[in-house]
């Protein structure tokens, strides 16, 4: 499986960002897809996923309200991540991953990364 991240970019505090993230894998749809992010000088943190269908979706609780996930598995092969009333605290490298199985909410047991897109969010 190979995952494409794009979508990255400079904004003001206040803006939207859309991150895309595009897999290769023909099962896709089977696919549990996450979004992590590192800061300079920080720790990779999980922001949240996504299930194979769409249905089940968990955030943490710093971008609940802020963030969305969703997916298109009919034609695309992708999940975006809406990124809405962006903080600069939010800048990170933003990376997704993808594993067959488990529950949104674990960030563990990722097999496959993207090579992440660069979030700046100017105060």
């Known amino acids: 499986v190979q995952l494409q991240a794009s979508g990255g970019g400079l904004v003001q505090a206040g803006g939207s960002l859309r991150l895309s993230c595009t897999a290769s894998?023909?099962?896709?749809?089977?696919?549990?897809v996450g979004w992590f992010r590192q800061a300079p000088g920080k720790e990779r943190e999980f922001v949240g996923a996504?299930?194979?269908?769409?249905?089940?979706?968990?955030y943490i609780d710093s971008v609940k309200g802020r963030f969305t996930f969703s997916r298109d598995n009919a034609q695309k092969n992708t999940v975006y991540l809406q990124m809405n009333s962006l903080k600069p605290e939010d800048t990170a490298v933003y990376y997704c991953?993808?594993?067959?199985?488990?529950?949104?909410?674990?960030?563990?047991?990722?097999?496959?990364w993207g090579q992440g897109t660069q979030v700046t969010v100017s105060s």
């Open positions: 996504i299930s194979g269908s769409g249905g089940s979706i968990y």
């Open positions: 991953a993808a594993r067959r199985s488990g529950t949104v909410a674990s960030s563990r047991g990722f097999d496959y």
């Open positions: 894998a023909r099962t896709f749809m089977s696919l549990v």
